[in-house]
C-alpha cells in the first residue's frame, strides 16, 4: 500500500517563505512524475507546479519565479519552496505522485492528504 504524507503547510504573512514537503512509501518500484496541485475555496484544483521524470519543471504563470518545485529520488521526497507568499495563494495544497507498484503495473497517481497554505498579515 502507497502512502504520501505532506508536511510543511501553516500560517504565513505576505512575502514570507514556507517549504513543502511530501514523501512517498509503501511498495513503490518507480516513480515517474510529481507535483504539487492546490486547491483554493470555492475553486477547481489546480496545478502549480509538475516535476516529470524525463523533461523539464513546469509552473502555473502565477506562481513562475517564486515557487521551486524539486525532488530527491533516494527520499522517495517531492518539495515546493514558495517564496513571495501572496494572501492569492492561499489555498490546500496536494501532492501528485505518479508511481508503478511493480514493473507489470501501468502508472497510477496518488495523492496526499492535503496541508493548508494561509497568507495573511
Known amino acids: 500500500q502507497v502512502q504520501l504524507v505532506e508536511s510543511g503547510g501553516g500560517l504565513v504573512q505576505p512575502g514570507g517563505s514556507l517549504r513543502l514537503s511530501c514523501a512517498a512509501s509503501?511498495?513503490?518500484?518507480?516513480?515517474?512524475?510529481m507535483g504539487w496541485y492546490r486547491q483554493a475555496p470555492g475553486k477547481q484544483r489546480e496545478l502549480v507546479a509538475s516535476?516529470?521524470?524525463?523533461?523539464?519543471?513546469n509552473y502555473a504563470d502565477s506562481v513562475k519565479g517564486r515557487f521551486t518545485i524539486s525532488r530527491d529520488n533516494a527520499w522517495r521526497t517531492v518539495y515546493l519552496r514558495m517564496n513571495s507568499l501572496q494572501p492569492e495563494d492561499t489555498a490546500v495544497y496536494y501532492c501528485?505522485?505518479?508511481?508503478?507498484?511493480?514493473?507489470?503495473?501501468?502508472?497510477?497517481?496518488?495523492w496526499g492528504q492535503g496541508t493548508q497554505v494561509t497568507v495573511s498579515s
Open positions: 516535476l516529470p521524470s524525463v523533461g523539464s519543471t
Open positions: 509503501g511498495s513503490i518500484f518507480s516513480i515517474n512524475h
Open positions: 501528485n505522485v505518479g508511481l508503478r507498484e511493480d514493473r507489470f503495473q501501468p502508472p497510477t497517481d496518488y
